[in-house]
């Protein structure tokens, strides 16, 4: 019913930027919050960041003031622009939104396939 398609993911050097982005489509009513995760290897996946339909924001202490989350509505699109990348930033980072399909009064949850990030120092 709904997909969300990432890219962006790739190598980068140690104080490097990359930018993520994520499509939502499909049967789609509303998206409500959208967001970011991260999975490292041997370790739980971890919120990166969140942002609400209205704009309102949410970051890991570990992300904040070097990550930037936004969104375009129009194009049920969130990015994260990611600057001065560390060798610990490297993961996989899942793309995650809260959606109220066409027909449906709730909302579901749903996980993009995961970008790969790697940070070399």
């Known amino acids: 019913q709904v997909q969300l398609v990432e890219s962006g993911g790739g190598l980068v050097q140690a104080g490097g930027s990359m930018r993520l982005s994520c499509a939502a489509s499909?049967?789609?009513?509303?998206?409500?919050?959208m967001g970011w995760y991260r999975q490292a290897p041997g370790k739980q996946r971890e919120l990166v960041a969140t942002i609400t339909s209205g704009g309102v924001t949410n970051y890991a202490d570990s992300v904040k003031g070097r990550f930037t989350i936004s969104r375009d509505n129009a194009k049920n699109t969130v990015y994260l622009q990611m600057n001065s990348l560390k060798p610990e930033d490297t993961a996989v980072y899942y793309c995650?939104?809260?959606?109220?399909?066409?027909?449906?009064?709730?909302?579901?949850?749903?996980w993009g396939q995961g970008t790969q990030v790697t940070v070399s120092s």
């Open positions: 995650n939104a809260k959606v109220i399909v066409v027909g449906y009064t709730y909302e579901y949850t749903y």
């Open positions: 499909g049967s789609i009513f509303r998206v409500n919050s």
